[in-house]
């Protein structure tokens, strides 16, 4: 009997996870993965411990080699971009970077795992030397050269989400001079409630300069940038990372797939395309958002390897026996001695998806006041939540103690829509040399209430 045919376009988190889910799962598949990059497969999330030394070595900071699914029976090329999908013929045109030879190749089914791709500012002098990008094993290896040279003393970083944090860190670790800057206001603005940020930013300045809320105008320099023009004066930088947001990696599927106005690509609940037996997961879609009830960018390893995990289950059936039940939007960051979880919503983006929501803040010691200060770190708790039915709509959780495991209970907490009320009286233990007789979320849940201080 013939094998089915699956071709897989892109080798990060969902197609790994597509690839490995469909050959454990099926006997008879033939599986291909195209990955245009030449590298399988570089884990972005793990560039801030790849650049401070604490991984085993530069290529082990990866998805998965070639050979973990090729033993599995499937096949994986590198250095090989796909460039057209052909409905008609259920044929993908596969081109060869390395020769610029094309070849077409059939399939029964295709998955787009295609990803995103970092912005590049449309500004003067952005294709000058030692502007970087932060993705990437090139970029990485690159990056890591420049913590170590001192020729670059300055360091501008343009961007100041996650990436752009993970960036200041390691060359204000390193000695550099740098200065994070953004059209926002705060570091870290659109993921994180302003209480929590309030604790946060003086840490940034204590190890860097901010220039929040300016706009980029170019970058100057004869051969290599010099320095950073924006709307409230230059700059001074040896080395500049651009970490502004990225882009759906679907020009490629323009007049074949159906795609948003932005270009991420359409789907229907069953992660279907536009076109019979082509599927998309991952960074370039928007998942349904279990609490914001609606589909919405959310760019996470972990969102990309439950879709590839539904859909592998589903594909095979003219019409699945249910749709795929959406994601939360889990994460965690450290910033310094600072460590912070964050699951769901916060007030950006309900704000942003005309969601209503209320916001409650509360403060603690990890542990019973009986336990000395040392041993009793402070922590944090941010709840988001709807005003009106007190459902649970997102929450993060910080601290210099690493409490990020309670991002998780969030994360359980609003996927099946619990309320406050459910959280303040949940059943979690107690040892006061863990935490105290009411847990942490617990308290956070009842002051949310405005119930009486335990």
């Given amino acids: 009997m013939d094998k089915r045919k699956v071709i897989i376009v892109g080798a990060s988190h969902g197609g790994h996870e597509s690839a490995i889910e469909l050959l454990d799962k099926y006997d008879d598949v033939d599986v291909t993965i195209y990955e245009a990059g030449d590298f399988i497969s570089f884990m972005s999330c793990g560039m801030q411990l790849f650049l401070e030394n604490k991984v085993t070595a530069e290529d082990d900071v990866r998805n998965f080699a070639p050979e973990d699914i090729e033993k599995k029976g499937g096949h994986v090329y590198a250095n090989h971009e796909v460039t057209a999908v052909h409905p008609d ?88 001079h740098v200065t994070l800057m953004d059209m926002i206001d705060r570091p870290l603005g659109t993921y994180l409630n302003p209480e929590l940020l309030d604790i946060l930013e003086p840490t940034f300045k204590d190890h860097m300069d901010l220039k929040m809320g300016v706009k980029i105008e170019g970058f100057n320099g004869t051969d290599k940038v010099e320095s950073v023009e924006t709307d409230n004066g230059d700059v001074s930088a040896d080395l500049v990372v651009v970490s502004a947001g990225v882009s759906p990696n679907t020009d490629w599927l323009k007049g074949t797939v159906d795609l948003d106005q932005r270009g991420w690509i359409k789907t229907d ?51 699945p026996d249910q749709v795929f039940k959406g994601v939360i939007g889990a994460s965690a960051l450290s910033v310094f001695d600072y460590h912070f979880a964050t699951a769901g919503l916060n007030q950006f983006s309900a704000e942003k998806n005309d969601i209503p929501y209320g916001t409650s803040f509360y403060e603690d010691s990890m542990r019973p006041a009986y336990i000395p200060e040392k041993d ?26 690493d409490v990020t495991a309670q991002g998780n209970v969030l994360a359980l907490a609003i996927s099946h829509k619990m309320t406050l009320e459910d959280l303040a009286e949940q059943d979690f233990f107690f040892q006061p040399g863990f935490d105290r007789q009411w847990s942490l979320l617990n308290l956070a849940a009842q002051h949310a209430l405005g119930l009486a201080r335990f």
Wanted: proline share 7%; aromatic share 8%; net charge positive.
């Fill in 89 to 176: 013929k259920k044929t993908v045109t596969v081109k060869d970077l390395t020769n610029d030879s094309e070849e077409e190749v059939s399939y029964d089914k295709l998955i787009l795992s295609s990803g995103v791709t970092p912005k590049v500012l449309p500004v003067p002098g952005s294709d000058l030397k030692n502007i970087y990008l932060m993705r990437g094993r090139d970029w990485a290896s690159k990056l890591k050269a420049a913590t170590t040279d001192p020729a670059i003393k300055n360091v501008a970083i343009i961007g100041a989400g996650y990436i752009g944090t993970e960036a200041s860190e390691v060359f204000a670790k390193a000695g550099k």
């Fill in 269 to 319: 609940p069953y992660l279907r395309t536009n076109v019979k037996d082509v599927y998309a997961i991952g960074d370039a879609i928007l998942p349904y958002s279990i609490p914001a009830g609606k589909p919405m960018p959310i760019a996470l390893a972990t969102t990309a390897r439950r879709e590839a995990q539904y859909l592998v289950d589903h594909l095979f059936e003219a019409k």
């Fill in 376 to 401: 009793n770190p402070k922590v944090y708790v941010s709840l988001t939540f709807n005003p009106y039915n007190h459902q649970i709509l997102g929450g993060a959780v910080l601290s210099k103690y």
